[in-house]
């Protein structure tokens, strides 16, 4: 499985930004798919999973009340809206695929895409 994803750019605190993730074909074995970043100098640390229905997530505490994800199943594409954004989400973001939302929220990962960085700044 091939994951691209798009969508990163500069936006001004506050702003917004919808990120993609397109993969290549749905996987045999795993059903769900997730967000992470990576700050500088960091470990990725996980942002949000979805299962492959598009019906169940888990997010980051930090990210709770701005940022969504969901999934369009029929495209074999993931989203991330990302709302009301601050210097602090500035990272590299990779989408990423695993067995379940769960094991995706402990950094249980089988397939990743290449990061889109996202910059919020003044």
């Known amino acids: 499985v091939q994951l691209q994803a798009s969508g990163g750019d500069s936006v001004q605190p506050g702003g917004s930004l919808r990120l993609s993730c397109a993969a290549s074909a749905r996987p045999d074995s795993y059903f769900a798919m997730g967000w992470f970043r990576q700050f500088p100098g960091k470990e990725r640390e996980f942002v949000a999973s979805?299962?492959?229905?598009?019906?169940?997530?888990i997010y980051q505490d930090s990210v709770k009340g701005r940022f969504t994800i969901s999934r369009a199943s029929a495209e074999n594409t993931m989203y991330l809206q990302m709302n009301s954004l601050k210097p602090e989400d500035t990272a590299v973001y990779y989408c990423a695929v695993g067995a379940n939302r769960q094991s995706l929220s402990r950094g249980s990962v089988e397939f990743w895409g290449k990061g889109t960085q996202v910059t919020v700044s003044s």
């Open positions: 979805i299962n492959w229905l598009g019906v169940s997530t």
